[in-house]
């Protein structure tokens, strides 16, 4: 079963560009590395996703070394809206009984 | 645009008594699945259905039964509520693999319901 660790907490402020790194020593060949982030009394929602090398979306860039033990989530230039629990989840749908969450991380943007 | 509707929304039991969290989905997903919220504990997975009539458990599965009848429902029931059970329940849904696709799937939650068993 491959966990992530990822910190508790991060503070920035806004206009900086923030980079979540999340640790998964584990991480099967099949499987992928997907964030969400979830604000306060809503339900989490889907960042970004990748296998490997780099994934860049509208709102967030998704970072891969070669071995996939770990990958760090980038947010630019970020602003107070950002506040808000960032979880990295590694699953495939083969093991749809290994989608598990971590505490994630709690970013605090700062004015 | 419904996507994932939770109800009910807010719920206080006692202990012993029994309800039905009710989720639904209009996206035609195959993949449903409950979660349940703590306080410093992410979510953990309770249940999880791969289609209408096919159910497995997760991490935290006792004390919790789910069914699947149909594609759009999957209603998580506590039989007899237990303090331990008080929490935040997320309901999720997601397409699944089709002849090879890739990825994960993104799964879609609903807003949440807020249970509390004194």
């Known amino acids: 079963l491959a966990k992530t660790t990822q910190p508790i907490s991060m503070d920035s402020y806004e206009g900086q560009e923030v980079n979540i790194t999340c640790s998964h020593n584990?991480?099967?060949?099949?499987?992928?590395i997907t964030w969400y982030q979830q604000f306060p009394s809503q339900g989490p929602r889907f960042i970004i996703q990748?296998?490997?090398t780099k994934v860049t979306n509208e709102v967030a860039s998704l970072f891969i070394p070669a071995d996939r033990k770990s990958s760090t989530l980038s947010l630019p230039r970020v602003s107070l809206s950002d506040t808000a629990v960032y979880y990295c989840?590694?699953?495939?749908?083969?093991?749809?009984?290994?989608?598990?969450f971590g505490s994630g991380t709690k970013l605090n943007v700062k004015p | 645009n419904a996507g994932v509707t939770q109800t009910p929304k807010f719920q206080v039991l006692k202990t012993g008594q029994s309800m039905t969290l009710q989720c639904a989905q209009d996206?035609?997903?195959?993949?449903m699945s409950w979660y349940r919220q703590d306080p410093g504990m992410g979510l953990r997975l309770i249940h999880y259905?791969?289609?209408?009539?096919?159910?497995d458990q997760g991490e935290v599965p006792n004390g919790y039964n789910v069914s699947r009848s149909t594609t759009e429902d999957f209603p998580l029931r506590l039989l007899s509520a237990a303090p331990s059970q008080t929490s935040v329940y997320f309901c999720?849904?997601?397409?699944?693999?089709?002849?090879?696709?890739?990825?994960?799937?993104?799964?879609?939650f609903g807003e949440g319901s807020r249970l509390t068993v004194l």
């Open positions: 259905s791969v289609g209408a009539g096919i159910t």
């Open positions: 996206m035609n997903h195959e993949y």
């Open positions: 989840l590694v699953a495939t749908q083969y093991n749809f009984n290994k989608f598990y």
């Open positions: 584990n991480i099967a060949t099949n499987d992928y």
């Open positions: 990748g296998y490997k």
């Open positions: 999720a849904s997601s397409h699944t693999l089709h002849g090879g696709a890739l990825g994960a799937g993104e799964l879609f």
